[in-house]
C-alpha cells in the first residue's frame, strides 16, 4: 500500500492507476519468471527420456518418499539411464551394475565431478574434499586426506590395537545396562566417529562429552535434511532463503554452528604442534598450508581445513554408525545368524562374520544413491548424449538389488558372500563405496571398524529385542538410511 500511494505521487496519477501499473509490472515479471523456468525445464537434445515433468518444479515431488525405489521403478519403464527435472535441473539416474560401472569406471574423467547446487555452494564454496569440484583442489584434499589416513591410520600396525581399545570402551559402556533395554545409537556414535577423531586429532572424544555429541548430533541432522524435498526445493528455487520458514534454514543454522565448533578443536588440537612433524590430519593440513603460502592457486586454506575436516567426520561417522546399527538390528532379528558364540574355531567363523556385514552393506543400503556426482565434460552413454555439468545420481540401491547379479536380492542371506565351502567370496555387484574416481577414500577403515567394533560385540553378547517388540525395519530417510531409533538388549554370553 505504503509502495502504490508513493507510485502514486511519483508518477503523479491517482490510486487506482498505480495499482494497474504495479500489478501489470508484477504479471510481466511473473510470466518472465515463469518462462525462463519452463526453458530450462526443456530436455536438452539427445538425452535419456524420464516420466514427464510438472511445470515448474518438475519431478521434485516424486522424490518425497524412497526416492530410490522410485527411481529403480522408473528404470524399469525408462531403461537403466534415465533423466528426471529436478524444478529445471537437468538429471541422469544410473541404475543398475552395468551403466554405472560403464560411467564410473569406463569414463571416470567425465563422471567424476560434482554439481554445483545452490546448497553446496552456500555450505561448502565448492571447497574441502567430498564436495569439492573435480580439479586440482580435490586432487591435493583427497591425496592429503588419503596419506593422512594410511599414515595416521590403517597403514599403522599400532592402529588396529587403538580400535580394539574404543571397542573395549564400547562393549563396557554397552555393559552398563546389565542386559536391559537401550538405544545403541548414540554409544555407536560416540565409538565409530572416535575413531576418525584419532586420525584427524590424535584424539578421542569421551562418551559424555555433550559438547561433541550435541555438534555429531546437528550434522547428521543436517545429512537427514540435505536430502528432503525442501533441499531439493532450495537447489531448484534459491530465493526461497528470504522466506522466514522453511528447512533451509535449519540446515544453515546447523552447518553455522557446527563450523565454529570444528574452529574451536581444530585450534585446540593444533597446539604444541612441530612443523613438518605432523602428529595428524590438523598438523599434516597446517604444513601444507604453510608450504603453499606463495602458490596463488593454492587450495589449502584455514576456510577448507575446516569443511574438509568437518565431511571426514560425517562421511565417516554417519555411514558407519548407521551399518553397525543395521546390523545388531539383524542380529536380534535373525538369533541364527547370531549362533553359538565365538569359541576357540573364531578364525573359521570370520568368513561369516565378514558375509554378514557385506550382505547388512548389501541389503540395507547406507547411502542408497551414493553422493550426487557431475559431468565434467559432454559424456555419450549408450547413445544419450549428457551435457557437460548435468546433475548424475548413481542409484546403488538398484545395483544391490539388480536382478542379473543378485538371485532373490529381496532376500537377506549372509551366505550368497560365501561358497560351498564357507569361504568369503567377493561379489562384483557389490557397491557400497561406489566406483571411480570419486568412490569412498574410507573403504579399508569402514571395513576395519566394522569387524572389530562388530566382532567384539558378538564375541561378548547376544543380541535381542525387548520382550515381544519387534522393531520396524522401515528405514528413516536422508542421504543415508538409516533404522529408526531401537531398543535392544545385549546379554552377555556364558564365558
Ligand atoms: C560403511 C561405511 C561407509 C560407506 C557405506 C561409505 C560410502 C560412500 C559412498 C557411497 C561415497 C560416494 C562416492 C561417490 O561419489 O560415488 C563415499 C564418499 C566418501 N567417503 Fe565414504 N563410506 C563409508 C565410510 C567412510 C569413512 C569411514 C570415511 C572417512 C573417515 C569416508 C569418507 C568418504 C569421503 C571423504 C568421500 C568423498 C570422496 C570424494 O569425493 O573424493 N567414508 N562414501
Given at each position: 500500500?505504503?509502495?502504490?500511494?508513493?507510485l502514486?505521487?511519483?508518477?503523479?496519477?491517482?490510486?487506482g492507476q498505480?495499482c494497474?501499473?504495479?500489478g501489470?509490472l508484477?504479471?510481466?515479471?511473473?510470466s518472465?519468471?515463469?518462462v525462463?523456468?519452463?526453458?530450462?525445464?526443456r530436455r536438452?537434445?539427445?538425452?535419456?527420456?524420464?516420466?514427464t515433468p510438472?511445470?515448474?518444479?518438475?519431478n521434485?515431488?516424486?522424490?518425497?518418499?524412497e526416492?530410490?525405489?522410485?527411481?529403480?521403478?522408473?528404470?524399469?519403464?525408462h531403461?537403466?539411464?534415465?533423466s528426471?527435472?529436478?524444478?529445471?535441473?537437468?538429471?541422469?539416474?544410473?541404475?543398475?551394475?552395468?551403466?554405472?560401472?560403464?560411467?564410473l569406471?569406463?569414463?571416470?574423467?567425465?563422471?567424476?565431478d560434482?554439481?554445483?547446487?545452490?546448497?553446496?555452494?552456500?555450505?561448502t564454496?565448492?571447497?574441502?574434499l567430498?564436495?569439492?569440484?573435480y580439479?586440482?583442489?580435490?586432487?591435493?584434499h583427497?591425496?592429503?586426506a588419503v596419506?593422512?589416513?594410511?599414515?595416521f591410520?590403517?597403514?599403522?600396525?599400532t592402529?588396529?590395537?587403538?580400535?580394539?581399545?574404543e571397542c573395549?570402551?564400547?562393549?563396557?559402556?554397552?555393559?552398563?545396562?546389565k542386559?536391559?533395554?537401550?538405544?545403541?545409537k548414540l554409544?555407536?556414535?560416540?565409538?565409530?566417529s572416535?575413531?576418525t577423531?584419532l586420525?584427524?586429532?590424535?584424539?578421542?572424544?569421551?562418551?559424555?562429552?555433550h559438547?561433541f555429541?550435541?555438534?555429531?548430533?546437528?550434522?547428521?541432522?543436517?545429512?537427514?535434511?540435505?536430502?528432503?524435498?525442501?533441499?531439493?526445493?532450495?537447489?531448484a528455487?534459491?530465493?526461497?532463503e528470504?522466506?522466514p520458514?522453511?528447512?533451509?534454514?535449519?540446515?544453515?543454522?546447523?552447518?553455522?554452528?557446527?563450523?565454529?565448533?570444528?574452529?574451536?578443536?581444530?585450534?585446540?588440537?593444533?597446539?604444541?604442534?612441530?612443523?613438518?612433524s605432523?602428529?595428524?590430519?590438523?598438523d599434516?593440513?597446517?604444513?601444507?598450508?604453510e608450504?603453499?603460502?606463495g602458490?596463488?592457486?593454492?587450495s589449502?586454506?584455514?576456510?577448507?581445513?575446516?569443511?574438509?575436516?568437518?565431511?571426514?567426520?560425517?562421511?565417516?561417522t554417519?555411514?558407519?554408525?548407521?551399518?553397525?546399527?543395521?546390523?545388531?538390528l539383524?542380529?536380534?532379528l535373525?538369533p541364527?545368524?547370531q549362533?553359538?558364540?565365538p569359541?576357540?574355531?573364531?578364525?573359521?567363523?570370520?568368513?561369516?562374520?565378514?558375509?554378514?556385514?557385506?550382505?547388512?552393506?548389501?541389503?540395507?543400503?547406507?547411502v542408497?544413491?551414493?553422493?550426487?556426482?557431475?559431468t565434467?565434460g559432454?559424456?555419450?552413454?549408450r547413445?544419450?548424449?549428457?551435457p557437460r555439468?548435468?546433475?548424475?545420481?548413481?542409484?546403488?540401491?538398484?545395483?544391490?538389488f539388480?536382478?542379473?547379479?543378485?538371485?532373490?536380492?529381496?532376500?537377506?542371506?549372509?551366505?550368497?558372500?560365501?561358497?560351498?565351502?564357507?569361504?568369503?567370496?567377493?561379489?562384483?555387484?557389490f557397491l557400497?563405496?561406489?566406483?571411480g574416481?570419486r568412490?569412498?577414500l574410507?573403504?579399508?577403515?569402514?571395513?576395519?571398524?566394522m569387524f572389530?567394533?562388530?566382532?567384539t560385540?558378538m564375541?561378548?553378547?547376544s543380541l535381542q529385542?525387548p520382550?515381544?517388540?519387534v522393531?520396524?525395519?522401515?528405514?528413516?530417510l536422508g542421504?543415508t538410511l538409516?533404522?529408526?531409533?531401537?531398543a535392544?538388549?545385549a546379554t552377555r554370553?556364558?564365558?
Amino acid at each position: 500500500m505504503v509502495l502504490t500511494g508513493r507510485l502514486a505521487v511519483l508518477l503523479k496519477v491517482s490510486y487506482g492507476q498505480a495499482c494497474l501499473y504495479l500489478g501489470s509490472l508484477l504479471i510481466i515479471l511473473l510470466s518472465f519468471l515463469l518462462v525462463r523456468q519452463l526453458a530450462k525445464q526443456r530436455r536438452p537434445r539427445g538425452f535419456p527420456p524420464g516420466p514427464t515433468p510438472l511445470p515448474v518444479i518438475g519431478n521434485i515431488l516424486s522424490l518425497a518418499s524412497e526416492p530410490h525405489v522410485y527411481m529403480k521403478k522408473q528404470s524399469e519403464i525408462h531403461g537403466q539411464i534415465f533423466s528426471l527435472d529436478l524444478g529445471g535441473i537437468s538429471t541422469v539416474v544410473l541404475n543398475g551394475y552395468d551403466v554405472v560401472k560403464e560411467c564410473l569406471v569406463h569414463q571416470s574423467d567425465l563422471f567424476a565431478d560434482r554439481p554445483s547446487l545452490p546448497l553446496f555452494e552456500k555450505m561448502t564454496k565448492m571447497g574441502g574434499l567430498l564436495n569439492a569440484k573435480y580439479g586440482r583442489g580435490w586432487i591435493e584434499h583427497r591425496k592429503l586426506a588419503v596419506n593422512s589416513f594410511r599414515f595416521f591410520g590403517t597403514g599403522q600396525k599400532t592402529f588396529e590395537h587403538k580400535i580394539s581399545e574404543e571397542c573395549m570402551f564400547f562393549v563396557d559402556a554397552i555393559d552398563e545396562h546389565k542386559g536391559k533395554p537401550f538405544d545403541p545409537k548414540l554409544l555407536v556414535t560416540n565409538a565409530v566417529s572416535n575413531v576418525t577423531n584419532l586420525i584427524l586429532f590424535g584424539n578421542r572424544f569421551a562418551y559424555d562429552d555433550h559438547e561433541f555429541q550435541h555438534m555429531i548430533e546437528i550434522f547428521s541432522e543436517n545429512v537427514e535434511l540435505a536430502a528432503s524435498g525442501w533441499a531439493f526445493l532450495y537447489n531448484a528455487f534459491p530465493w526461497i532463503e528470504i522466506l522466514p520458514f522453511g528447512k533451509h534454514r535449519k540446515l544453515f543454522h546447523n552447518a553455522a554452528e557446527v563450523y565454529v565448533f570444528l574452529q574451536q578443536i581444530v585450534e585446540r588440537f593444533a597446539q604444541g604442534r612441530t612443523r613438518q612433524s605432523p602428529r595428524h590430519y590438523i598438523d599434516a593440513y597446517l604444513d601444507e598450508i604453510e608450504q603453499s603460502a606463495g602458490d596463488p592457486a593454492a587450495s589449502f586454506s584455514q576456510e577448507n581445513l575446516i569443511f574438509s575436516v568437518g565431511e571426514l567426520i560425517i562421511a565417516g561417522t554417519e555411514t558407519t554408525t548407521n551399518a553397525i546399527r543395521w546390523a545388531m538390528l539383524y542380529m536380534a532379528l535373525y538369533p541364527s545368524v547370531q549362533g553359538r558364540p565365538p569359541a576357540l574355531e573364531d578364525r573359521l567363523r570370520m568368513p561369516y562374520v565378514e558375509a554378514v556385514l557385506y550382505e547388512v552393506l548389501r541389503f540395507c543400503n547406507v547411502v542408497p544413491l551414493g553422493i550426487f556426482r557431475a559431468t565434467s565434460g559432454d559424456a555419450l552413454v549408450r547413445g544419450y548424449s549428457i551435457p557437460r555439468s548435468t546433475l548424475v545420481i548413481t542409484n546403488l540401491y538398484s545395483v544391490h538389488f539388480d536382478e542379473k547379479y543378485w538371485s532373490h536380492p529381496e532376500v537377506f542371506s549372509p551366505e550368497r558372500f560365501l561358497d560351498g565351502n564357507g569361504n568369503f567370496v567377493r561379489r562384483e555387484a557389490f557397491l557400497p563405496f561406489s566406483l571411480g574416481r570419486r568412490h569412498c577414500l574410507g573403504e579399508p577403515l569402514a571395513k576395519m571398524e566394522m569387524f572389530l567394533f562388530f566382532s567384539t560385540l558378538m564375541q561378548r553378547f547376544s543380541l535381542q529385542f525387548p520382550p515381544g517388540v519387534v522393531p520396524s525395519l522401515t528405514p528413516k530417510l536422508g542421504m543415508t538410511l538409516q533404522p529408526l531409533p531401537y531398543a535392544i538388549c545385549a546379554t552377555r554370553r556364558q564365558q
